[in-house]
């Protein structure tokens, strides 16, 4: 072989090798500070996010402005989710490599920002005209969740008193903001029991009061397509503690709070909940389904990642969100 073709065929290496190291390179900064990606492992965001969804993540903007109250927000877990950290492929763990070491082991998930440093949320249970608005077709626009309900029971009628007592409007600082006028939640966890943090950290520790308390949730068997009222018992407080390492959590986070005075019952017996300063508080628009900070409590500030902003699997879906 000539040498000319040998110094050829070496420069034209050279230069794939280093197109490849400048790519890498330049991927690697885009991840950190422009884009990041996630699969959404719950349907705590449907039908506007579903399940498996991969998304990508635009960080750039909360670099400069903190999210508004309503915007879809993606944060790392202040916790360790073992059971999402279970779904996640080998892509996401791969692109999770990058992630800052403080946040090793943690999971992204995406919810609706409800409240902000300041703010008291309380959710306020609708009143029965909401009901016979239902059946008169005056209120057309339910979610999905709702609908599943009251097509479960067969008629808004057979729906127990004790459930409709549970769907809610979400009220900030007294009001219910234009953004979440459409929005409805249900009334669980930390709005039902103002101790439901401390009974995951520590349910051996408040047997009696777990054992005691009136609190009950509804979840939507997916297999059987039934919808299950159940009193929370000590094992699944356990298995909330032992699947989110929630007393490490609780340890390092909510116990430098002063719970009692950020979550209270007012004179009308609804839990008050505010939020301190450097956290923020979620919630999932899918509340029949969604893991939120109604169940596990304050964001810091510092784990919010970025928006949503471009659906990129399945291909069918394609597009922004």
Do not use: C
Request: glycine residues 4%; aromatic residues 18%.
């Amino acid at each position: 072989m000539k040498e000319a073709t040998k110094k050829k065929i070496k420069d034209e290496t050279l230069d794939w090798i280093y197109a490849i190291i400048y790519a890498l390179i330049f991927g690697t900064i885009i991840r950190l500070y422009v884009f990041e990606t996630m699969m959404v492992p719950t349907p705590s965001m449907v039908p506007t996010i579903q399940v498996y969804d991969r998304l990508f993540v635009e960080k750039v903007t909360y670099e400069f402005a903190e999210p508004n109250r309503g915007s879809i927000v993606v944060f790392w877990t202040p916790f360790v989710d073992i059971r999402a950290q279970q779904q996640l492929r080998a892509f996401d763990k791969f692109m999770d490599f990058f992630a800052p070491a403080k946040f090793e082991g943690h999971v992204k998930y995406v919810k609706r920002l409800v409240g902000k440093p300041g703010d008291t949320l309380r959710l306020v249970p609708v009143e029965e005209t909401f009901w016979e608005d239902i059946k008169n077709g005056e209120i057309q626009n339910t979610p999905d969740w709702l609908d599943f309900i009251i097509d479960y029971y067969e008629s808004v009628d057979y729906i127990p008193t004790q459930i409709k007592n549970k769907v809610s409007k979400l009220e900030i600082n007294g009001e219910i903001l234009p953004e979440f006028e459409n929005i409805y939640y249900l009334r669980d966890a930390i709005f039902e029991d103002p101790k439901f943090f401390d009974y995951i950290a520590y349910p051996d520790k408040y047997s009696y009061e777990i054992a005691t308390s009136d609190l009950f949730f509804m979840y939507k068997d997916n297999f059987t397509g039934r919808l299950i009222p159940a009193k929370p018992t000590i094992e699944w407080y356990k298995e909330m503690r032992d699947t989110l390492l929630f007393t490490n959590f609780y340890e390092n986070e909510l116990s430098k709070l002063d719970l009692p005075s950020l979550i209270f019952k007012d004179e009308k017996g609804l839990v008050n909940v505010k939020i301190p300063e450097g956290y923020y508080f979620f919630m999932g628009d899918n509340t029949l389904e969604s893991q939120d900070s109604r169940f596990f409590g304050f964001v810091p500030v510092e784990n919010v990642i970025g928006t949503t902003f471009l659906r990129i699997y399945p291909f069918d879906r394609f597009g922004k969100i």
